[in-house]
């Protein structure tokens, strides 16, 4: 077995303790751990004489110990070692606090290194707990540019740097160069085992950006190559080619005009499908900008066509809802439809498979089961995938191969911005709709912190008298022993308002129960027939009740904005005016930004963009909701240009080697292979 595999643990000076805390990092092989990157940077590398260090400068001296270390007990508890240093330029008076064991660590006569804050106090130079080392010291912390990494409770700098180190040190040569010496050449990139030792200890800070620059090159570049490839040739295929039907009967028979951006994605979708090449389009459009009548026209249009439909949605809640809503759009026309479901007993679902494959469906909703290997399709001819976002790329590639070169349609409602829908979405058209429906009210969003309780409160039972329906959401299902006492979880607090609002209906539901207690609890609410509904995450996606008015968040800090945002998008659906809470009592900066962002606006795309600015597009990007693996190097917001480079350079390798064959791929091939495996797993 190659070095690069062995386990973690078996790294000198890590053990099975220390390595359970290195797998909560996600590192559990060598290769993981020379690829966990430091976050940010320390720069010890010049050395300063004494005299010309300033009062709270944070600075490395070389300096001789001119008398000998002294230990003093100041009172109970409370140790001191303090001696003083010199070089030719000056002293510095070292206190070490409670570690008498610094007494014998250095010794009058002695060089030795040391880094932190010099205080002036009075005429003199003062420096405590500062870091010490010999000069000579190997793979020293001082002297040089110091890697920080991202810890956890039980890890320090020290143990993961040095076991970078010894890792770096014994795979050194192992590391596979996944990036062909042409494109290097081409690039100017550096060789991988320089790029591995300085982006972790770099000579200087020329050499750490020439490793950054190959490490965020190489990270784009294969997810370019993994995307492309796994797109493979469904990028302007033949497809069916749907001759022009009139649409009017299907829009005069709505109960309301549609939108003229409905209007546009319809007639893009509609271009692609008279075409004759396959349609693989996104319909963007904040929630609630109406993509279920867009997907309705079009499945209408297919099935004028003699072919018929899929539509998948990401849980069984919102295709119950779409089969509920697109029922009452179509079945009017005597068009067929049926539902599968995970959650539907096997019987039905035989039934339901049999008809599919006997063509007695025009359109058929569900979930994953859409995909299972053994549903067939007859006629298949527009696959419609809703909050795209939630589904992994390789699964939108597994339906696609399903029939005969569907048309594809994805949607969502994640506003992504377009760079990033680029490489997300790779070849797909993209038709925006950037217009709600008429009529629409601004949700009214306040923040509030845990003493507005009362108050709170007071407005559920009065919007509740007036007859509207109140959505909670919890960060978490169950209380739970790991997390800050003050977070919320969804079966306690609905508890808590039960107790508190005896004679209202109060209900809970999470995404750890049962399909079918989950259906029949939203189903309940839906119809009207419960006031309060408390959940998690869950009801995130879609869910579409006119009658809530009212979206509570608790612990809101605990929520992506982008997640707040789609969460708000619950209410204000029908006519009456919504408003949404943040509770939160939250004093971290970012997140008191997040909150008042919120307060701020309701545009989807203006929130997407602040919520890249502040969390980075690392996370954004990375979030497993995009089913794409994490970047590790990569900002995609500040290393744009090198995205664009490294997609370029994706399409020529690839189209020179498809499956990428040849010898001199076969490092680049695996690793393509490993990011979408790793990536596979965390698919939800
Ligand atoms: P989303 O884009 O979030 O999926 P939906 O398709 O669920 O939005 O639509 C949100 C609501 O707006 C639904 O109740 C739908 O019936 C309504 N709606 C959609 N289009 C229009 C329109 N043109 N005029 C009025 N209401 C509309
Ligand atoms: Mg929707």
Request: aromatic residues 8%; proline residues 4%.
């Amino acid at each position: 077995m190659a070095y690069l595999d062995t386990d973690v643990r078996y790294c000198k000076g890590i053990g099975e303790k220390k390595a359970q805390l290195l797998n909560k990092l996600g590192v559990f092989t060598v290769h993981d751990l020379v690829s966990y990157f430091p976050r940010k940077y320390e720069d010890r590398s010049q050395f300063k004489p004494i005299a010309l260090t300033c009062d709270g400068e944070v600075a490395c001296i070389k300096a001789l110990v001119a008398d000998t270390p002294r230990l003093m007990r100041i009172r109970r508890g409370m140790e001191l070692v303090k001696f003083r240093v010199v070089d030719e330029s000056g002293s510095v008076d070292i206190t070490y606090f409670n570690q008498p064991y610094m007494k014998d660590a250095v010794h009058r006569g002695g060089c030795y290194n040391f880094y932190g804050k010099v205080i002036f106090a009075g005429s003199k130079r003062t420096m405590s707990n500062p870091v010490h080392e010999p000069e000579d010291a190997p793979c020293g912390v001082t002297g040089r540019i110091i890697p920080l990494y991202r810890l956890t409770t039980g890890l320090s700098q020290k143990l993961v740097m040095n076991a970078v180190r010894q890792a770096l040190d014994a795979c050194g040569d192992e590391l596979p160069e996944v990036l062909p010496e042409s494109l290097r050449k081409k690039y100017r990139l550096a060789q991988v085992g320089y790029a591995y030792e300085n982006i972790h200890f770099p000579t200087d800070f020329e050499a750490l950006e020439l490793a950054r620059r190959r490490l965020i090159f190489e990270e784009l570049f294969l997810l370019a190559c993994a995307l492309g490839k796994m797109k493979g040739g469904h990028s302007k295929a033949e497809g069916i080619k749907m001759p022009p039907v009139e649409l009017r009967e299907f829009f005069d028979s709505l109960p309301f005009s549609p939108t003229g951006a409905q209007l546009r994605a319809v007639s893009e979708a509609l271009g692609d499908m008279q075409s004759g090449k396959a349609m693989n389009r996104l319909i963007q459009g904040d929630v609630g900008s109406g993509k279920t009548l867009v997907a309705a026209a079009l499945i209408w249009y297919t099935w004028k066509n003699g072919f018929s439909s899929a539509f998948m949605a990401p849980t069984e809640i919102l295709a119950q809802q779409h089969f509920d809503t697109l029922s009452s759009f179509l079945a009017p026309f005597g068009m067929r439809l049926g539902k599968l479901t995970g959650a539907m007993t096997a019987k039905q679902k035989r039934e339901v498979k049999a008809q599919l494959k006997n063509g007695e469906i025009d359109l058929i909703i569900g979930t994953h089961a859409l995909f299972s290997e053994d549903v067939e399709y007859s006629r298949l001819g527009l696959v419609v995938t809703d909050e795209q976002h939630r589904f992994g790329v390789n699964q939108r590639s597994s339906l696609i191969s399903k029939g005969d070169r569907p048309h594809v349609l994805v949607m969502s409602a994640t506003p992504i911005p377009r760079t990033l829908a680029l490489i997300i979405y790779g070849d797909l058209d993209i038709s925006v709709i950037d217009e709600l429906p008429p009529g629409r009210q601004k949700v009214d969003t306040f923040a509030v912190t845990e003493s507005y309780r009362t108050r709170l409160n007071g407005f559920i039972r009065k919007l509740v008298g007036e007859g509207r329906q109140v959505f909670v959401v919890c960060p978490m299902i169950e209380d739970n022993d790991e997390l800050p006492q003050n977070v919320k979880s969804a079966q306690e607090h609905a508890a808590e308002l039960q107790r508190y609002f005896p004679d209202l209906r109060v209900a809970c539901v999470h995404g750890g129960m049962k399909s079918k207690e989950k259906n029949d609890i939203m189903s309940t609410f839906v119809a009207g027939d419960t006031d309060i509904l408390v959940s998690t995450t869950v009801i995130e996606v879609g869910v579409d009740v006119p009658n809530a008015a009212l979206m509570i968040i608790e612990n809101a800090d605990r929520f992506g904005l982008s997640q707040l945002h789609q969460l708000r998008g619950r209410v204000g659906r029908g006519k009456h005016k919504s408003y949404c809470v943040l509770v939160s009592d939250t004093d971290n900066p970012d997140s008191e930004a997040r909150l008042r962002i919120m307060t701020k606006t309701n545009d989807g795309f203006k929130i997407s963009e602040e919520d890249l600015r502040l969390r980075g597009p690392g996370d954004f990007f990375g979030s497993r909701q995009h089913g794409l693996p994490a970047m590790h190097v990569a900002d995609l917001c500040s290393d744009m240009n090198v995205l664009q480079t490294a997609q370029t350079a994706a399409q020529e390798l690839l189209a020179q080697d498809p499956e990428l064959e040849l010898q001199e791929h076969a490092a680049l091939k695996a690793a393509v292979e490993r990011l979408f495996d790793l990536s596979s797993d965390t698919l939800n």
